[in-house]
């Protein structure tokens, strides 16, 4: 019947939308949908609620139509025994056949109806056992997830409290688990510390003393060991690299921004259906944005900028290449809190940081490639070094969490030395994307390479686990020089700050352990973070360089980030409006895609993948490609021109973009 498999097929879709078959569903990864909130519950209860009152109206309909067809068919009866003329009782003969045939029609329907009823019914019950099953498993869980979180609490309160275990682990740089060894032949005091650094097969173990008149042999130091005294002119200047003050600026320059809106949007629901791609193809709304581009974060990089100006005056390339370290640690401390994504460029889009006057150097970026995103970046100091790279951003949402990889050689040159360095970036991971606060960690391991003097140092950034004692954001690290000997230990966390000790003596550990004992002199502070402005937690956690990147300045070129659009409108809070303009830039990029894609059609020669290819190729305005001599890499290096354009307020080849 057409009115029985309407109204069935709307129950069945109101059941479904209620949310009781969640625990059938599976994303693309293997996990289970999100367990149902109390609202979902609610509405369940409401939907069973409303389907059976409208059960109990479909019976009451059932009642009235059999009470009133007998009715009828009783009227039709009287009336075919009164005398009639012969014209009116055919006409009451073909009613009284209408009659039956819709009391036949009426006897099938209801007892389709009761049929229904009764599987409603059933099924209904069987759903309230689903739910209440449901329910059960749920408390259950929570109350296994309850005491497992008790039970990692007293092993945490047990292992601190163990015998031989540090009260405070954090008092030493190295922040390992603590060790004394003592013993007649021992040379070191009993305040000496032996710190595990790392447990892996690359971990050192790091031993904390004093240096000692006495320890001096009459003939000379012992093999091994290295003076570093208070009047080494090249320790003064890593005992000053945590004392630099911030550059003063002429131009006075804001200190806020208007606070972030709270408007809430479930990240899980639009991620979901996307576990597994690149997350520079999918279309996300401003929501889940901070008013900043990725050139801009790029640039942030420079926040401490100091170090590379105190670099400078070095004279040992090995204590230079602990500050250069430092210095890419210190890039990651604006990303602790910083879990928004930043906008993705447009193609040929362009930022500069013209701060000669404070910060002492000029900084271009460029978006080189859209897909996939890559952008060039190139910083000329006037204290005498410079920085260039060309990243490209790998993401990739792995259903709990997303893992973003940047590609691409970072490379750093002193003028007056020579000193070549190159490294590259380690992997930023999101976490909690289904449920739960979002945070961001760092891991993997950084090799920097000095090219001229062939000193290497290894950074591990220590990835967070519950289970484990280290404490969160480690990282460590150990400066070697050009014949492969440990000079410094590293020590300190990405988000704070960073240590470096002197190596006297190194030699294998005792313990059995493959592990390389360096004894080392008290750590000295390389770099510690800014604190956050005021009011931080409502400008998206932006740091004082942070919130000056978006100001408007005249005479930037018409690609410059500070005049996106969509960008500017999210920054004042304007996001209904910035989403619009954001979907309107996607389309007109798309649009010039297309239009290049006409230009490059496919001919005999060239397949369509070609053309395609070709059509997504950008010829950058201020990069060109070149093969890295050190990598042999292609990369985009600058090719000079764009501040004298700038001089000129000459932009008339800068494409339209916005």
């Given at each position: 019947m057409k009115g029985r498999g309407c109204w069935e097929t709307a129950s069945v879709r109101s059941f479904c939308s209620s949310g009781c078959l969640n625990k059938f569903k599976k994303d693309d990864s293997g996990d289970d949908e999100d367990t149902a909130s109390p609202a979902d519950k609610s509405e369940l209860h409401q939907t069973l609620k409303n389907l059976s009152l409208k059960l109990d109206d479909l019976g009451t309909c059932n009642d009235?139509?059999?009470?009133?067809?007998?009715?009828?068919?009783?009227?039709?009866?009287?009336?075919?025994?009164?005398?009639?003329?012969?014209?009116?009782?055919?006409?009451?003969k073909a009613v009284n056949e209408r009659a039956t045939l819709f009391r036949i029609t009426s006897n099938a329907m209801i007892n389709a109806c009761r049929d229904f009823l009764e599987l409603a019914e059933t099924h209904s019950r069987k759903w309230q056992r689903a739910l209440q099953y449901e329910q059960e498993q749920r408390a259950h869980l929570e109350e296994t997830i309850e005491q497992l979180a008790k039970q990692h609490n007293?092993?945490?309160?047990?292992?601190?409290?163990?015998?031989?275990?540090?009260?405070n682990p954090t008092k030493s740089f190295s922040e390992g688990s603590l060790s004394t060894h003592k013993g007649e032949d021992s040379e070191e005091d009993e305040d000496t510390e032996y710190f595990d650094a790392m447990e892996d097969a690359t971990s050192f173990i790091t031993v904390i003393t004093e240096a000692k008149e006495d320890r001096k042999a009459e003939g000379g130091t012992g093999a091994g060991s290295v003076e570093w005294t208070s009047s080494d002119n090249t320790s003064e200047v890593l005992d000053a690299a945590s004392l630099v003050p911030k550059g003063s600026s002429k131009v006075k320059r804001r200190v806020r921004i208007p606070n972030k809106p709270n408007y809430s949007l479930n990240l899980w629901s639009i991620m979901k259906n996307c576990i597994g791609r690149e997350l520079s193809r999918i279309p996300m709304p401003v929501n889940f944005n901070e008013p900043l581009s990725m050139l801009q974060r790029l640039t942030e990089d420079l926040e401490y900028h100091q170090l590379l100006d105190k670099a400078v005056h070095c004279t040992s390339s090995v204590e230079q290449m602990c500050l250069v370290a430092a210095f890419s640690v210190s890039s990651y401390s604006t990303t602790v809190y910083r879990i928004a994504k930043p906008f993705n460029p447009m193609l040929g889009e362009t930022f500069e940081l013209d701060r000669l006057d404070d910060m002492g150097l000029r900084s271009l970026c460029e978006q080189v490639s859209h897909h996939p995103p890559s952008a060039a970046h190139y910083v000329c100091s006037k204290h005498g070094w410079s920085l260039w790279q060309e990243i490209t951003i790998s993401s990739k949402f792995r259903g709990k969490y997303i893992s973003i990889m940047p590609l691409g050689a970072i490379h750093l040159e002193f003028e007056a030395s020579g000193n070549h360095y190159v490294w590259r970036k380690s992997t930023s991971t999101v976490h909690n994307i289904i449920v739960g606060k979002l945070w961001i960690d760092q891991s993997g391991d950084i090799e920097i390479v000095n090219h001229k003097t062939n000193d290497r140092c290894q950074i591990k950034f220590l990835p967070y686990s519950y289970f484990s004692k280290e404490a969160a954001r480690k990282v460590t690290g150990v400066v070697s020089d050009g014949q492969g000997k440990a000079q410094y230990v590293l020590s300190g966390?990405?988000?704070?700050?960073?240590?470096?000790?002197?190596?006297?003596?190194?030699?294998?550990?005792?313990?059995?352990?493959?592990?390389?004992?360096?004894?080392?002199?008290?750590?000295?502070?390389?770099?510690?973070?800014?604190?956050?402005?005021?009011?931080?937690?409502?400008?998206?956690?932006?740091?004082?360089?942070?919130?000056?990147?978006?100001?408007?300045?005249?005479?930037?070129?018409?690609?410059?980030?500070?005049?996106?659009?969509d960008q500017r409108l999210m920054e004042k809070g304007r996001w209904d409006e910035a989403n619009a303009e954001k979907q309107r830039l996607e389309e007109k990029q798309r649009s010039s895609l297309r239009q290049r894609l006409e230009t490059c059609a496919p001919s005999s020669r060239c397949s369509t993948e070609e053309a395609e290819k070709e059509a997504d190729t950008y010829l950058p305005l201020w990069f060109e490609k070149r093969r890295d001599p050190l990598t042999g890499e292609m990369a985009c290096i600058y090719k000079g021109g764009y501040w004298e354009a700038k001089e000129r307020q000459d932009w008339h080849m800068c494409p339209n973009i916005f």
């Open positions: 009235l139509i059999a009470k009133h067809g007998a009715a009828l068919q009783r009227s039709l009866n009287e009336l075919d025994g009164l005398k009639i003329p012969p014209e009116s009782s055919e006409k009451l007293s092993l945490e309160r047990a292992f601190r409290s163990a015998p031989g275990q540090s009260n966390s990405w988000d704070e700050q960073m240590e470096c000790a002197k190596i006297v003596q190194s030699s294998p550990s005792s313990d059995g352990k493959q592990k390389t004992v360096y004894q080392t002199l008290p750590a000295k502070l390389l770099w510690k973070k800014y604190p956050l402005p005021e009011n931080a937690e409502n400008m998206y956690y932006f740091s004082e360089l942070a919130l000056t990147l978006n100001e408007l300045e005249e005479g930037v070129a018409p690609t410059d980030s500070r005049l996106r659009p």
